[in-house]
């Protein structure tokens, strides 16, 4: 009986090549194929009388390339845009009615939005804060450095800092803390995700010989 882990012979992987090859290049070959022909169909709208002056042909065959072109793009902006769209949606919604998958899909694309880069542009730096009591620290991710009315009615100067929960950072709670009581830390936002996500098993490698930065006075 043949070894089922030997190496294929020459014509085997020469005969798997030539069909990822061929598969390959199919697509665009029709896709050249199909725009050379819808030139010709363009160019045939052209009266022969026409088409036999210098140069009038020639031109005509420019500007239904640039015609078919802007339509092909067009054609991709609707597919995208609008469409993609629609069935992004219908899929959405499909996804969410399947008892079970629907709250693994939600968990899923919620983290998406926490690690995308309008999630992670909401979060200027890491820091540790004091929380939930004194003495016990977690970290944060500061939001707001001038929390407006809530800064002028405690009469000092207080930071907006979001606290993720774990393993999943899209729920937390916002904290409003004295500037003097937050520890700004250097890691990135990225990283701090990965701590918090990972409940402290990833730590974001620290340079021997340096200290972290001080509380701030």
Known sequence: MPDSLSPPSRTAAFRRAFLSGLLL?????????????????????????????????????????????????????????????????VGDRFIREIPGVSAVYSTVKQLVATFGAQGRSAYSKVVLVEFPRASMWTLGFLTNQSPGEAQAALGEEVWAVFVP??????????????????????????????MIISGGAIVPPWPSGRKPSASAK
């Open 165 to 194: 929960t774990t393993p999943n950072p899209t729920g937390g709670y916002m904290v409003l803390v004295p500037r003097r009581a937050v520890v700004e830390l250097e890691m990135s936002v990225a990283d701090g995700m990965k």
């Open 25 to 89: 290049l199919a697509p665009l070959a029709v896709t050249v194929w199909a725009f050379f022909k819808i030139i010709d169909l363009f160019g045939s709208i052209l009266p022969d009388s026409l088409r036999g002056q210098p140069g009038v042909g020639l031109l005509w065959d420019l500007g239904a390339t640039a015609a078919m072109v802007v339509l092909i793009a067009l054609l991709g902006w609707l597919s995208r845009y609008v469409i993609g769209r629609y069935l992004l949606g």
